[in-house]
């Protein structure tokens, strides 16, 4: 079979690009006519398939990949239909690891640490993960990151703080991503409390 040479309408690649990096949605394209659930496509449609599916939400290779292998007819067509969408630039896995690194730390607010964790999750390379982030949060001054979501987390919560309410602070930080060491540095500023003290009190009433 001859390689899929077609070009995709503008309109399709600004969606691609307009999506939300962040989203865990997932791979279902029910509804969109040539990729009912179940059915086993040939390479023209499953090439439809994996542009739309990038259309509806970025994609590392590796997601995308194991998506293809579920619906192609035969396993080759996944190679070539991957090779199509790198050639065209709809799939990069260098940009998708920097837009989803600078999502997660912008709009979620996440650590480098959590940022990490989830890049590898998705089959990135080191160099695309070490690159995003520290392209990310090479400037990034991690106490003030900490403070201003310790700021959010404690916007309704009345002072004086008590171990309850710290405990579950730091460890809201800690699943963040956020070095525990400048948490427990922040906290301590604010409330006089010693993170360590919670851990071993929390530990000895277990």
Do not use: W
Not at 47 to 73: D, H, I, M, N, V
């Amino acid at each position: 079979t001859a390689p899929l040479t077609r070009r995709v309408p503008a309109v399709i690649v600004l969606a691609c690009h307009a999506r939300d990096i962040g989203g865990e949605s997932g791979m279902s394209l029910r509804g969109r006519g040539d990729a009912r659930p179940g059915k086993k496509l040939n390479e023209e449609k499953l090439y439809t398939y994996g542009l739309r599916a990038l259309t509806r939400q970025p994609r590392s290779t590796f997601q995308l990949k194991k998506a293809l292998e579920k619906r192609a007819e035969e396993p080759r067509f996944v190679s070539r239909v991957i090779a199509q969408l790198k050639g065209l630039g709809y799939l990069d896995d260098r940009r998708f690891a920097s837009e989803f690194a600078s999502y997660r730390s912008r709009v979620k607010h996440y650590g480098k640490f959590r940022v990490t964790r989830e890049l590898r999750s998705k089959g990135l390379s080191d160099e695309y993960v070490e690159k995003a982030i520290a392209e990310v949060f090479g400037d990034q001054d991690e106490g003030e990151a900490v403070r201003e979501r310790i700021a959010r987390k404690l916007r309704n919560v009345r002072r004086p703080y008590d171990g309850k309410t710290i405990r579950r602070l730091y460890q809201a930080l800690l699943r963040a991503g956020y070095s525990s060491d400048i948490i427990g540095r922040e906290v301590y500023k604010l409330s006089k409390i010693n993170v360590e003290d919670l851990k071993l009190e929390g530990e000895a009433s277990e």
